[in-house]
Every structure is written in C-alpha cells, then in structure tokens.
C-alpha cells in the first residue's frame, strides 16, 4: 500500500488512486508520494520515505526543487491542465484593461445612497471611456499552452497577435492559427504592442524582466497584463509607468503590497485557476503522473528529471536514479551479470546532473542484489517495482 501525503483542498473527483493499492489523507506519516497545489512545501517536510512530489499545477516554485534532485525526488507539474481556466480570465482582462470596468463599478458602487442615481450614472460615465480592442495589436511573451490559446482567442476577437516564444514546441505550434505572426525578437512586441501580456515562467533571467528599461521602449498608453508569475514584473518601476501615463493600466493575478489602491492597476486575488474545471484536471493530471511513477517506474511531466516510458512486459522490473558520470551504466550490467540475471530490456537518460534508468530482467532480484547495486558509486536510489 503505497501512502500519499495530500497538502491544499485537493478536488476529490481528479483524486483518481487506486484504494486497493494507495492511501491518501492529510494525516498520511511517512508518504510515499506527495500532492498539492500552492503549499509552500519546505525540505524538511520530506521525509526520506518520499519518492515523488506532484504539483496539482504549472509553477513549481512552491517545491524545494533543487533539494529533492540529489536526494532522487521527482518533482512533477501537470503543464496546460489549467490552461483554458487562465486563458478565459486573460481574455477578460484584455477588457478590463480597456474598459475601466473595475473602476466604473466601484465609482457606481459609491452613488448607491443617490435618490437620482441613474442620472448620475449617466452623467459620470464619460469619466470611463476606454478603447476597444478590434483592429489593436496584442503582443504575448510565451507561446505555451496559455499564451498559444490567448493567441487565437484575440485573433477571433479581431485583434492583430504578435507572439514571442524561442521554446515553443511543435504541438503549441501547430495549435496556432494562420493570423498568429511569430516573431523571432521581444524587441518587435514591445515596439508594435498595444496590449502585452506575459506567459513566461520564473527563471534567473525573467526575473524582473518587466523593469523601466524594458517599458520605455514600449508604445505610449500600452496596456501589461500579467498572469504568469509575479516576479516577472519589477512592480516599483511598474508603479512609476502607470502614475506617469507610459502605461495605460496594469492587471495582474498576482496581489503585492506595493500595487494595492493604485488608480489604472487592477489585482485579481490569484484567480487563474479558480475553476472547479481546472481544479479537478490538475489533481486527476498530478494523480495519474504519480501513480504511473510509484507503481510503473514511468515519469511524465517532470521537472528536474527526463520523461522515461518503458510499456510493462510482465517482466521485473528495478529503476535506479544515478549521479550523471560516466561507467554507471556498464556498473550497473556489470552487477546483474555476475549474479546471471539477464537484461530484457533497458532505457537510460539523463537530464544535466540526474540520470534514470528502467531495466526489466529475465528474472526477479533478491535483495542482496539490489543492496550490491546501493552500494555502488554514484547510485542515488535503487527501487524494485512490483
């Protein structure tokens, strides 16, 4: 029975284990696996029974992941599973931002003690006059699985999409519609863009991407919004573009002190995913992820190791997860040959420092083989699946 740890309100209709063979609660000691969505998981709370953590989302900043690596932890994420609950609220905010819709409602909201209030109403609504978004260009910082569907969607609403993405995978790609023009430079959209908005994860290099410099190059009165991370926007500078005018209105999906009651900034409460739609597809996503990884060996969506299929023979089955330097493997046969165990069928690969193999063999493996392969040089962690 293998035992997974659950952190956050998991939906129980994506918590799709099998209950003859898992057990998962909140109250779980010693977990095998571990689930959640935005637990700011700390290394200590990773006990050495883990052997996997899956994230019920994108972002996997909340993951000691740099931790978990050495200690052969596999982290995973379930990319574009809440990618249509962010794009729908991307798109609303293409007209909050032009609108004043936020801000009408809450002036609105002040008059409710006004006898003569739809008069009023009628009188002040000049005070919010905002550009439609037909015929402008709208220019996205990522092409994955949000920013490729923000990009049809604001292609049918009429707007002329510029998209910038040196990652973008082939299956994104194809998803795209003939309007969407690719562009090879960043420095295209922020020339060209009415609107922009940011579909980039946090690395060294995209933190506080989103400074003075780069918004000075940008169209007078553009309009940013923001639904990939917070950091991404360096939010003093940000703060300065909106009180001068350099850029029309803000929205992010990220609240931060030093953004709150600014007039032309708009802060959703981290609203992205809050869909009992997306909810329930990236716990049934993390779930599956884990369950194929503790019972098959298999690895999916990943973030600090390769994505390794082998389909099951009926064979036994070991994974082992080594430092990547040269000779494990030849150890590794090596081992198995001098207890006659014949291999059926190997898959390696590595991932910069971290390497995973699955080996099915002729035959089962008694423990003092599988503690002989422990022992060996730069092995991190040895498991037998049954």
Do not use: W
Not at 100 to 114: F, P, T, Y
Not at 195 to 219: E, R
Not at 223 to 247: H, Q
Not at 356 to 382: C, F, W
Request: aromatic share 4%; charged share 25%.
């Amino acid at each position: 029975m293998y035992r997974i740890k659950l952190y956050n309100n998991i939906s129980e209709k994506g918590l799709k284990l099998d209950k003859k063979l898992f057990e998962s609660s909140a109250t779980v000691n010693d977990p095998d696996g571990i689930i959640l969505r935005s637990h700011a998981l700390q290394e200590q709370e990773i006990t050495t029974s883990v052997l996997a953590i899956a994230r019920a989302g994108a972002g996997t900043n909340n993951i000691p992941v740099k931790a978990c690596t050495p200690r052969g932890v596999v982290v995973f994420n379930t990319p574009g599973a809440n990618a249509n609950a962010v794009r729908e609220l991307v798109v609303c905010a293409l007209y909050l931002s032009s609108r004043k819709i936020v801000q009408s409602i809450a002036r609105v909201n002040e008059l409710k003690a006004d006898p003569d209030i739809a008069k009023t109403a009628e009188k002040i609504k000049n005070e919010f006059v905002g550009p439609e978004i037909n015929g402008k260009t709208l220019g996205l910082i990522g092409l994955g699985a949000i920013g490729s569907k923000v990009a049809n969607d604001a292609d049918a609403l009429g707007m002329h999409v510029l998209g910038y993405d040196p990652y973008l995978t082939v299956e994104n790609a194809l998803t795209l519609t003939r309007n969407i023009q690719r562009v090879n430079s960043i420095d295209r959209i922020i020339e060209e863009a009415d609107y922009i908005s940011l579909h980039l994860p946090l690395t060294d290099k995209t933190k506080g991407m989103v400074n003075a410099a780069l918004i000075n190059k940008m169209k007078n009165n553009v309009r940013i919004l923001n639904f990939s991370r917070a950091e991404v926007v360096n939010n003093t500078d940000m703060v300065k573009a909106v009180e001068t005018g350099k850029v029309a209105c803000y929205i992010t999906d990220f609240a931060m002190p030093e953004l709150m009651g600014k007039t032309n900034i708009v802060v959703i409460p981290h609203l992205g995913a809050s869909t009992p739609e997306a909810e329930e597809n990236c716990a049934e996503m993390a779930t599956a992820e884990l369950q194929d990884y503790l019972l098959n060996g298999n690895i999916t969506n990943s973030v600090n190791f390769p994505n390794v299929y082998l389909e099951r023979s009926g064979k036994p089955r070991i994974t082992i997860i080594n430092s990547n330097v040269p000779s494990i493997v030849e150890k590794i046969s090596h081992t198995l040959a001098e207890h006659k165990i014949n291999i059926n069928e190997m898959i390696n690969k590595s991932q910069q420092d971290i390497a995973y193999n699955i080996i099915e063999t002729d035959q089962d493996m008694s423990e003092p083989v599988i503690q002989k392969m422990k022992s060996l040089e730069g092995i991190i962690r040895v498991r037998k699946i049954s």
